[in-house]
């Protein structure tokens, strides 16, 4: 190969805010059949607002529910934990992660703690399931689009929530794009299927294929799925819940600005601007190259 040739593609790509770990990688990027997205702070802001909150219980103020998950959720990175602890906030509660004697996180499930000798679990209809022992199904009366939530207070479920979030600006040119250089696409997340649905509307069914309601070792499966079915794979995530995805990807692409430091190491780009419209010029840029030395 040119080293030359190889070397001025990674230099423009860093220039373009793409931090490009090396030659192999960019040819690895030229082969490129399919890119898997997560959702959620990848497709999407990952900026939660809290649409509604309430006690469900005659015996448990609205107070004191946000106290506990506030409390709670202060302990997780989670991007629907930093809206839960921000809609306490706005009702004057502040969260005292100190009073979390115990706590623990499931992954694409939720959040388990222990306040003041209480238990508490928090998160989606998988928590639910865990604590009820019994599958949950969906409300009737649900909003379009909102990932709803529930608040169990010593295996009694005494709270709800519903949050939303908002696509990225560029998202839909972005997976176009790709599209007209004959990639497959794929969004990938732990997120409820109506909440993916309605990312999926507002990119105008854009992607061609929506895997919903994961577990990050399903997003790893499903990502060696696409590597045996259609050839090589891109994973692009912001690290949580999907790290392990980021790995078994033949490239992985992390987001620069929100993701965590492990998927920064995992990955072999990061996209230091956030801006998933750098993939489909990495790609080009990828092939273009590819042809140059060949
Ligand atoms: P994604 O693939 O969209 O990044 P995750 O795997 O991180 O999703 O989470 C999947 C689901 O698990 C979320 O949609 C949410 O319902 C629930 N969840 C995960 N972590 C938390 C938390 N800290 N608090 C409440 N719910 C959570
Ligand atoms: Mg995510």
Redesign the pocket.
Known sequence: STPVATFCALLKAARIGLLIKGGDVLEALAKTRVVAF????TITKGEFKVVEFQSISSKVSLEMLLYWVSSI?SK?S?P??AALVEHARSHSIEPKPDSVKEFH?Y?????YGEVDGRNIH???KRIAARVLCETVPNMEDMKEGV?Y?YVFLDMVPVGTYALSDTCRIGAAEAIKELKSLGIKTAM?????MEASLHAQRQLNHVVEEVHAE?L?EDKVQLIGKLKSREGSTAMVGDG???APALAMADVGISMGVSGSAVAMETSHITLMSNDIRKIPRAIRLARKTRRMII
């Open positions: 997560d959702k959620t702070g959720e997780s989670h629907m934990a996180i992954p694409g499930e939720g959040i928090i998160g989606n990932t939530g990938l997340t732990g997120d409820s994961l990050p949580m819940n999907d």
